[in-house]
């Protein structure tokens, strides 16, 4: 019994195991093999998410070099890393690329510590820029947070010297540090042949390495040094980060080597967060020719990269079945003229992808250099055997349900209605399954393209879902942004939605928001340099001239109502002649949403919580699923679609209610609903226990845990 609990333990450390029929086996990123050495790792660098460059310690504790939108989902969804463990975050410039997900590492934390996983602050270290950010989204989107100002702390970088035993020299360049990290020398190793030649005595050898030498009986005295290997350079490692002709130039006058000695320091790696063209710079190529010898890493979207496995294996087999947008290939097109620039300067360059690794130490199994074990290959992303298995069990389904009597069969309801895809579907923060809060509705009929919504990632969903060109298309033809409110779950997407947007079409993004997130936009707007067409849903609602005038503009009439949640949120009805779309953002029960809501084609509710939780949804002003169905029910709806559930529903939703009704429909990332397919998403709902069956029992146990007797 005793083998056999010790081999569960060995499989359960090497494989990550998804215990549904179609679920698989796959290898862990940081198995036993790639645990406990001290390594460069890159997280993210994919066209959907910026690289982050992650240094972990032998404790897997570390800091995040860039932290880019997405950077939190991507350290979640990967195996053996974990949000706790990083203690600093450090940034090479002010970009929103590169400071976007601290605020989202900053609630995981807070959640962590109330958990009593750790209780140590996330320290940010950035210039006067970074710590005006994250001091303004405290104030103006966490300040009803208990306690969000606890769980990160700012220090400025002319402070930084050192990260614990990693000392840190910063090189500034017109307006990006570059940072040269000083690792501490290897442990001195005792040398076992030297232990024995000597011929001392077990009783003495603590006393050797605790005084430094002993005396033996015959008079002579042995130093701890004569028993001791000979020590390693300590290995050193740089940072660069130019994306000017005017920093490229400066590169070339700044004495990176400066403190690095031949004898006691090794240089092992340079990291270049540079961009593109500027890598193709004659005073770049310069610049890289003093470090011929040592090996380079391209911090870049590298278009190969796979990312999201747990996401990307639940999207195969509901799409495989279900009428959900099947997710982009990567292409090795895009990817060659990124590896043609590495070619050119030489084989010592590599192109970094997600979970590429270079370890620092040599270990018994680990040596020194680059480590690729962790990288997710293409084939592993095909889930041919999860795929025919999903539709071998919804076929089985189909048959059953065609014994169904006549009289209980759907009635089929008459819609009309844009099409709606959920590019995330959770709340708070993302997890491996889900994304936060973002709707995007289309009607080509009307021309007609808006987000609801944009919470952290939501272009990379979109990225993900029809690749860059695409999704890039897709946000330069919108209409509009509405914001519910200013959480930042529903909100930190928008910047880069905006940025897009003015990218392409040289004017401001029109952003429907509450009052409260004024503050916030015009500052982000001001810092980052993206123009920003700010609308208050406030003006709108009291306003009935500037209603008009945003129906001329884009063709639909908007009504509004406070929302019964965080102050100064709201929900929205959204109507042409031919179709009404009613979204309820985050709020409880409303009577009020219910009266402009009135006959609405398709209702898109918030469902935090299982009707158990009837209390906690109360407390936290959410709905159940219950209510959400209920509203639909008042309203006269044709269809429900929930969403926005609790971390706790990831890969399956709390469908256990009683009652849910023929026209409900549970939402998941990436599902697109159209007037012609809604009726099958209906239907889906009873499938989902057979899919995931061991999540379903999971939920079922949860309900029993909160039902009160």
């Not at 200013?486 to 880069?496: E, K, P």
């Not at 009707?611 to 209920?630: F, G, N």
Request: proline letters at 5%; a neutral charge.
């Amino acid at each position: 019994m005793k083998k056999l609990l010790f081999f569960s333990r060995v499989l359960r450390r090497y494989y990550h195991y998804n215990s549904s029929p179609t679920g698989s086996l796959r290898p862990n990123p940081q198995s036993a093999a790639a645990m406990a050495v001290n390594a460069v790792q890159v997280v993210g660098g994919t066209p959907a998410i910026p690289p982050s460059l992650l240094y972990t310690d032998s404790n897997n504790k570390g800091f995040l070099i860039n932290v880019g939108e997405g950077i939190q989902r991507m350290i979640l969804e990967s195996p053996g890393l974990r949000i706790a463990n990083i203690t600093d975050v450090l940034t090479t410039r002010f970009a929103w690329n590169t400071v976007a997900s601290i605020p989202g590492i900053g609630l995981f934390r807070r959640d962590q510590v109330v958990m009593n996983a750790s209780s140590n602050p996330l320290v940010v270290w950035g210039n006067d820029h970074v710590n005006g950010f994250m001091r303004s989204t405290q104030l103006d989107c966490f300040h009803d947070e208990v306690g969000m100002d606890r769980h990160i702390a700012l220090k400025n970088i002319k402070d930084l010297e050192k990260l614990g035993d990693i000392t840190v020299r910063t090189v500034n360049l017109v307006k990006s540090n570059c940072y040269v990290f000083f690792l501490p020398p290897k442990a001195e190793s005792v040398n076992q042949k030297k232990l024995k030649e000597l011929n001392i005595p077990k009783k003495l050898l603590s006393s050797l390495f605790k005084t430094g030498s002993v005396k033996l009986d015959g008079g002579s005295v042995v130093n701890k040094s004569d028993v001791l290997n000979p020590s390693d350079p300590a290995p050193v490692f740089i940072v660069i980060d130019a994306q000017s002709e005017e920093e490229c130039e400066k590169l070339l006058e700044c004495d990176f080597m400066a403190d690095i000695s031949d004898k006691d320091h090794d240089l092992m790696l340079v990291v270049h967060f540079t961009d593109e063209e500027f890598l193709r710079t004659d005073s770049y190529k310069e610049f890289m020719k003093k470090f011929e010898t040592v090996e380079h890493l391209i911090m870049c979207r590298n278009p190969v990269s796979r990312i999201l496995y747990d996401c990307t294996q639940k999207n195969a087999i509901l799409s495989s079945i279900l009428p959900t947008e099947k997710l982009s290939e990567p292409s090795l097109e895009d990817a060659a003229p990124l590896r043609n620039i590495a070619q050119g300067f030489g084989d010592h360059v590599s192109l970094s992808e997600h979970l590429l690794k270079y370890i620092m130490y040599p270990g018994r199994k680990t040596p020194v250099g680059w480590n690729k074990d962790n990288l997710l290959s293409g084939n592993s992303f095909k889930f041919q055997s999860e795929k025919e298995t999903a539709k071998k069990t919804y076929d089985t389904f189909l048959l059953d349900k065609n014994a169904v009597t006549p009289t209980q069969k759907r009635i089929k309801r008459s819609v009309t209605c844009p099409d709606i895809t959920f590019l995330g579907t959770t709340s708070t923060y993302s997890s491996t399954y889900r994304n936060v809060s973002g709707v995007l509705l289309q009607s080509s009929k009307d021309n007609f393209r808006a987000l609801l919504d944009a919470g952290e990632m939501t272009v990379g969903q979109l990225v993900r879902l029809h690749g860059v060109k695409k999704a890039e298309q897709l946000i330069a033809n919108l209409n509009f942004l509405y914001i519910s409110h200013i959480h930042f779950d529903h909100i930190a997407g928008s910047i880069s939605v905006a940025e897009i947007y003015h990218k392409i079409n040289k004017k401001p993004l029109t952003i429907l928001c509450p009052i409260r997130t004024l503050p916030w936009y015009k500052y982000v707007s001001s810092v980052f340099n993206i123009p920003l067409d700010l609308v208050a849903l406030g003006q709108i609602s009291q306003d009935k001239e500037l209603a008009l005038s945003l129906k001329k503009t884009h063709g639909v009439s908007i009504e509004l109502c406070l929302a019964k949640h965080t102050r100064d949120s709201w929900c929205v009805a959204i109507s042409t002649d031919f179709w009404k779309v009613s979204y309820s953002g985050d709020t409880m029960p409303n009577p009020q949403f219910v009266g402009i809501g009135k006959d609405s084609d398709v209702l898109i509710h918030e469902a935090t919580h299982q009707s158990s939780l009837a209390e906690d949804a109360e407390r936290k002003k959410h709905s159940t699923v219950k209510q959400a169905i209920q509203v639909g029910k008042d309203m006269n709806a044709r269809y429900t679609v929930l969403t926005h559930f609790s971390l706790r529903y990831q890969k399956i939703p709390p469908i256990i209610d009683e009652d849910i009704g023929d026209n409900v429909v549970f939402a998941h990332d990436f599902m697109k609903i159209t007037q012609d397919n809604i009726d099958t998403w209906c239907q889906s709902t009873a499938v989902l226990p057979l899919l995931f069956p061991e999540h379903y029992k999971d939920l079922i146990k949860q309900n029993y845990k909160h039902i009160k007797v």
